[in-house]
């Protein structure tokens, strides 16, 4: 669903910003997907199919309740 799309992607955020706090680092969004596992990787393309289609729906549903 959406919402598990989204609870994904923000778990990887935090996760990815802890360490960098732990480092000493300014943590920021920016997650390199060499720096995670084979699993993450495939539940992120998962997630962002998923995103995509949400947008795709939505787009359908106002275009055709403006024309």
Do not use: Y
């Amino acid at each position: 669903s959406l919402c598990d799309a989204f609870a994904f992607v923000n778990e990887l955020r935090v996760q990815h910003q802890a360490k960098q706090v732990l480092a000493g680092k300014r943590p920021d969004n920016r997650i390199e997907p060499a720096s995670l596992s084979p699993f993450e990787r495939e539940h992120l393309k998962d997630a962002f199919t998923v995103t995509r289609r949400a947008l795709d729906s939505l787009r359908r549903n106002l275009a055709s309740g403006i024309a």
